[in-house]
């Protein structure tokens, strides 16, 4: 439907995003990885436009990607519905050490590709190149 608006203050099910996404894909003519590359870079024009201060207030994109929790948590507590909240807050954990930072992605929606994608262009933000590997993803384990 044309006519439907989406906002920040809703959590939509994962099926409907994946849906979204999927037709996005299609119209524009993508392969996957185009298309997770041409989301995460809109996605960084809209946040930069939107949440400058998320990213003016990180160090670097690790800073950032350690800080995401907590950042998508923020967004989560305007969510009227309890279980719509804890499903958003669950998304994501980070454990970080000297050498590395952990991100345990459970999100149900499996794009994985996906926060690649935004990882990379967000370190492109910051001038800065990322190794981002997967050690599970619903999507490479053959749950799409």
Same mark, same amino acid.
């Given at each position: 439907d044309p006519n439907i608006v989406y906002r920040l203050d809703r959590e939509y099910?994962?099926?409907e995003f994946n849906a979204l996404f999927d037709a996005a894909q299609a119209r524009l003519g993508l392969d996957r990885e185009a298309m997770y590359g &041409?989301?995460?870079?809109a996605f960084l024009r809209s946040a930069l436009r939107t949440f400058p201060r998320f990213l003016d207030d990180a160090a670097g =994109?690790?800073?950032l990607l350690r800080r995401?929790?907590?950042?998508?948590?923020?967004f989560a507590a305007g969510l009227r519905d309890p279980a719509d909240r804890r499903r958003v807050v669950d998304k994501f954990v980070t454990v970080s050490? &000297?050498?590395?930072?952990?991100?345990?992605?459970r999100s149900a929606n499996r794009m994985?590709?996906?926060?690649?994608a935004l990882a990379? =262009?967000?370190?492109?933000h910051y001038g800065e190149r990322i190794s981002v590997t997967?050690?599970?993803?619903?999507a490479k384990l053959g749950s799409e």
């Open positions: 099910p994962d099926a &041409a989301f995460a870079e =994109v690790r800073d995401q929790p907590a950042i998508h948590s923020s050490d &000297a050498d590395d930072l952990i991100v345990d992605y994985c590709g996906l926060y690649h990379h =262009v967000c370190a492109a997967t050690e599970h993803c619903a």
